[in-house]
């Protein structure tokens, strides 16, 4: 009994001596990421003080959108003197045109890092910081500063988005920019990275968005997640959530408001539409528990019906009856604007100028709603437009998805339970310039931790004349036309052969 109980002692100490040594190195990493951050911040306040221009790079996505505006308004607050280019991918053309332009400090966010040796082949004389959270592909040189949480062991896939690269960089380089911190956590959220228990941000975003509670602009707490919560009718933010997309209910108002009639939800007071926020818990349950039924009356998985109850969070200091209130709305609202080509004009919402341009971005994001809609609809009617193959589902999208729309709809079907098997989802579409343009996305529940869509897509493209990367669960890629067919074979069996 004695060495029994020794034994057992020894094992917790051995095990808390563990747990302390984990402990320990995460507080490394995180310092470590933190002065990769100021060694940033400071190049680009030296560049300011010199006087030097700045020509600031980013994402079209919702995250990269997010990712610019912080830095342009940090950028802003310190009179610098800058450009913003949004761009849909990083490719040699690009950067062979910003190397036939005047010299700046180029600072890239949310891309980069997945074309290290591009930027410093083509671009070995400039001054560049690059704040992303891709995975690596490449060497950075030495003149290269180069900001990514994986250099520190943190999941760039799901600790912290390009924008909350740049929210640190922005705040090493002034602490007011604090106030930026509730923007990085709308790139979070663009980016997906709430796939966790209650859809909680964690690790350095949850970092970030106490930062946002702290200095009173956020609202973190658990609800229905749906489009508008505290601002659209009820039956009308039904309609308008697409993550998860609900068969016949999702982007169908009418459907929706009979739906919610039936269940005996008074949808309005007196003269006033209620929202979500309007409803009591019994109302709230009520919903939820006939979505579920509902869901599973479409063979849809449980899991499904739980992705609509989760973490919100409110930007309290935004206006109750706009978008921009609730963070994955925000989200949806910049991704619009970038995915309907429309970036500048979701810049000038990030950068919180809103006269005029939140009337045209929420113009936009009727569009984008009405047109993913259509490609649901499409996919769902049109038995050749999926595909299972032994590993993998493919959406074959060529001469009907935009491109730009492509990596949403790979999203938006990874998360609503399309298919009956649990595969990871590769679509594919041709593009304006000849090239054909894949999204891959590996749904939550295929559970293969080995599996990584990045490297695999890296690897592929590049046998193909094409380029691809990106984060292990979401990958894109670009090769020529023509060579589609083999392209997806080989990714088929790459991925069959991860599982062996
Ligand atoms: O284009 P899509 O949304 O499918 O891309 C998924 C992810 O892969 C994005 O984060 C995108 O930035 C990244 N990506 C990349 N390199 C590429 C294509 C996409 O890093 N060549
Ligand atoms: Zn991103």
Redesign the pocket.
């Known amino acids: 009994m004695e060495v029994q109980g020794r034994s057992r002692s020894c094992l917790i100490r051995c095990v808390s001596a563990l747990s302390d040594k984990r402990m320990a190195e995460k507080a490394q990493n995180r310092k470590d990421f933190k002065l990769s951050v100021t060694k940033a911040a400071e190049i680009i306040k030296e560049n300011i003080e010199k006087g030097k221009s700045i020509t600031l790079i980013s994402?079209v996505?919702a995250?990269?959108l997010a990712a610019a505006s912080i830095m342009g308004k940090a950028l802003a607050r310190e009179e610098a003197f800058f450009r913003i280019r949004i761009w849909?991918?990083?490719?040699e053309l690009l950067v062979e045109e910003i190397a036939s332009e005047e010299k700046s400090l180029l600072v890239f966010s949310?891309?980069g890092?997945?074309?290290l040796d591009l930027l410093s082949s083509k671009l070995p004389e400039w001054d560049i910081v690059v704040l992303d959270h891709?995975?690596l592909?490449g060497k950075p040189s030495n003149k290269l500063i180069h900001v990514n949480p994986h250099n520190n062991s943190f999941d760039g896939a799901r600790e912290i988005s390009g924008a909350g690269v740049t929210y640190f960089t922005a705040k090493a380089m002034n602490e007011l920019n604090v106030d930026h911190a509730s923007l990085a956590v709308v790139g979070a959220l663009g980016?997906s990275q709430d796939k966790n228990d209650k859809k909680k941000l964690f690790g350095l975003n949850e970092e970030i968005a106490n930062d946002a509670v702290n200095a009173g602009y956020l609202k973190i707490e658990t609800d229905l997640i749906f489009y508008g919560r505290e601002t659209r009718p009820v039956h009308k933010a039904l309609a308008y959530t697409t993550n998860p997309f609900i068969p016949d209910l999702s982007g169908e108002e009418d459907k929706c408001y009979g739906f919610l009639s039936n269940l005996g939800i008074k949808l309005k007071n007196e003269d006033r539409w209620r929202t979500i926020n309007d409803l009591n818990i019994e109302e709230k349950q009520k919903i939820f528990s006939e979505l579920a039924k509902y869901l599973s009356s479409k063979r849809l998985p449980n899991t499904i019906a739980f992705s609509l109850i989760g973490t919100v969070y409110t930007l309290i200091k935004e206006d109750r009856w706009t978008p921009l209130r609730d963070a994955r709305e925000y989200s949806s609202l910049l991704n619009a604007c970038g995915r309907m080509s429309k970036s500048g004009l979701g810049i000038e919402i990030g950068m919180g100028n809103l006269s005029g341009s939140l009337d045209e971005a929420k113009e936009e994001m009727n569009g984008y709603r009405k047109t993913l809609a259509e490609y649901m609809d499409w996919m769902t009617k049109t038995p050749k437009a999926t595909e299972e193959l032994g590993n993998i589902y493919v959406i074959n999208g060529m001469g009907v998805i935009d491109e730009l729309m492509?990596?949403?709809i790979?999203?938006i079907v990874s998360t609503s339970g399309f298919f009956n098997e649990n595969k990871p989802i590769i679509?594919l579409t041709s593009t304006e310039t000849g090239m054909i343009?894949?999204?891959?996305?590996i749904p939550n529940n295929v559970l293969d931790k080995k599996l990584n869509l990045?490297t695999i897509?890296?690897k592929a493209?590049t046998q193909f004349s094409g380029?691809?990367?990106?984060?292990d669960v979401?990958?894109?890629?670009?090769l020529p036309q023509g060579l589609e067919n083999e392209f997806i074979k080989l990714i088929d069996q790459m991925i069959g052969a991860v599982k062996e």
Not at 88 to 91: A, E, F, I, T, Y
Not at 437 to 441: F, L, N, Q, W
């Open positions: 994402h996505d995250d990269g849909k991918q990083m490719d949310d891309l890092s997945g074309n891709h995975q592909i980016d492509l990596g949403t790979a999203s679509a343009k894949v999204s891959g996305r990045g897509f890296d493209s380029s691809g990367g990106g984060h979401a990958a894109g890629a670009q």
